[in-house]
């Protein structure tokens, strides 16, 4: 995903919307497939958000790069016919403001305290006379319990707080059930947690495999029902089918099994008409075929987030069919460390970039929930040759996406650093650093920088090693 994060006019979200769009295609066996995506995580967001609601009173906000706070949500949106939108934690994202704007929301639900969801941001939507209640609490157990509260839900999922998977899986179905979900940790239940479910006379379903909740947890919640298939995908799919009557599975929403963002933006449209979630990618992609073929009602697909969350060949694998799609084409060159290379963004204008060094850090950042195995400081420089299309000019800000050497993906990880500056001036250039979190020992990051050029999106990969 493109990760320009200016200030974005109401004209160039017009234009990006334009664009990237909807992609349909059809495929041989009739299978409707449509792609929503945007040029980033807001935007696709916003997109997603387009699709399911031309107006609506009520919006949920959650912090678009940490999940935690987040995972509870969906029941919330469902009770009150709202999107989720996503922000960055320091400010209104500007396609978000953008489409609560659209929407003519009236009240918002902040879910997290003031480290994910700021202040700053709170005070931005009251200037826009949009009404705000805060869900929080301690920690994002407490978060998890005050949001279920809010809910008052008919019965309660128990997922773990340590992992989205599960909660994202089972989002749609605890919407149309009007279940709440709650958070627990591996190894134990949270105080203000057990207190919730001890009050809650009502049925209690656990979703989550011994890698993510421990035999005892479960014991000790009584639980009615226990999905805990060995994978993340095993369960996803066991829950979908022990509620395919209460689902609509003409529909079904696909998302990358590598990241949170597009799919809980997408929990809230697959709540809102009953449509079932599945998280794919490279290692379940055979589970999700079986089940498409298992289920010849689903006749149509959409995907959540553009092609470097969710690939056109995963998802012609699960479909089970040859590639039909208007996909765009996308020109890929590998760059090493300390290699300049021009990049020809007819957007935002025409620039050169050169990663200058790679370094490990110990700094974390204390308001950040999540606990990264390594992050990885990324100095860089960029330089103007040529205006673009676009007014605003060239700024790379956490520009790059990351997969590590085992094939997982990094994230932007939040911390102090050189700053980008905007580049308007035909030559001018800057030095900057973007910090990459990883969860595994990795010998070399992949990382990628996207670029618009003639109303296509291209790629350019930097194969950059840590040791």
């Given at each position: 995903m493109i990760k320009k994060n200016k200030v974005f006019m109401l004209f160039l979200l017009t234009l990006s919307i334009s664009l990237i769009g909807n992609k349909s295609a059809l495929a041989k066996n009739n299978m409707n497939l449509k792609r929503?995506?945007?040029l980033n995580r807001y935007e696709t967001c916003s997109k997603v958000a387009s699709d399911g609601w031309s107006k609506s009173d009520y919006a949920v906000i959650c912090n678009g790069q940490e999940f935690p706070d987040a995972l509870?949500?969906?029941?919330?949106?469902?009770?009150?016919?709202?999107?989720?939108?996503?922000?960055?934690s320091g400010k209104l994202t500007d396609s978000t403001k953008v489409q609560?704007?659209?929407?003519?929301?009236?009240?918002?639900?902040?879910?997290?305290?003031?480290?994910?969801?700021s202040l700053k941001t709170?005070?931005?939507?009251?200037?826009?006379?949009?009404?705000?209640?805060?869900?929080?609490?301690?920690?994002?157990?407490?978060?998890?319990?005050?949001?279920?509260?809010?809910?008052?839900?008919?019965g309660i999922f128990v997922v773990s707080g340590q992992y989205y998977e599960d909660a994202l899986s089972v989002s749609p179905i605890a919407s149309k059930l009007g279940y709440s979900i709650v958070l627990v940790g591996k190894t134990s239940i949270p105080d203000v947690v057990k207190s919730y479910i001890k009050s809650k006379n009502c049925e209690i379903n656990v979703v989550g495999g011994s890698d993510v909740i421990n035999a005892d947890v479960v014991r000790d919640l009584r639980a009615n029902k226990v999905y805990n298939g060995a994978t993340k995908c095993d369960r996803n799919v066991a829950i979908i089918n022990d509620y395919k009557d209460k689902l609509d599975l003409s529909k079904l929403y696909i998302a990358s099994d590598k990241g949170f963002a597009d799919a809980l933006s997408g929990s809230a449209l697959a709540g809102l008409n009953n449509n079932p979630i599945i998280l794919v990618g490279n290692n379940?992609?055979?589970?999700?075929n079986s089940f498409i073929k298992n289920n010849d009602n689903i006749k149509n697909i959409n995907i959540l987030g553009g092609e470097g969350a969710v690939s056109e060949d995963i998802v012609n694998s699960i479909v089970n069919t040859e590639d039909t799609s208007d996909k765009t084409d996308k020109k890929e060159e590998t760059i090493s460390i300390?290699?300049?290379?021009?990049?020809?963004?007819?957007?935002?204008?025409?620039?050169?970039?050169?990663?200058?060094?790679i370094e490990s850090t110990n700094e974390r950042n204390e308001f950040s929930y999540s606990n990264p195995y390594e992050v990885y400081k990324i100095n860089y420089t960029y330089k103007l040759l040529s205006k673009g299309e676009d007014s605003m000019g060239v700024f790379l800000f956490q520009p790059f996406d990351a997969i590590d050497s085992k094939g997982e993906v990094g994230y932007s990880y939040p911390n102090s650093g050189l700053a980008p500056e905007e580049l308007k001036i035909t030559g001018s250039k800057c030095s900057a650093e973007a910090f990459i979190g990883v969860n595994n020992e990795t010998n070399y990051l992949t990382l990628t920088l996207d670029y618009m050029h003639n109303g296509e999106i291209f790629h350019v990969t930097f194969k950059v090693p840590t040791k």
């Open positions: 929503l995506e945007g509870s949500s969906a029941p919330l949106a469902k009770k009150y016919n709202a999107p989720i939108l996503l922000t960055e609560l704007q659209k929407l003519k929301v009236k009240k918002v639900f902040i879910v997290g305290g003031e480290g994910a969801v709170e005070n931005t939507l009251k200037t826009m006379k949009i009404n705000i209640e805060r869900i929080c609490g301690k920690d994002r157990f407490e978060t998890s319990t005050n949001v279920a509260k809010k809910v008052n839900g008919k379940n992609k055979d589970i999700v300390k290699q300049t290379v021009k990049v020809p963004d007819t957007l935002f204008g025409n620039y050169e970039i050169r990663i200058n060094s």
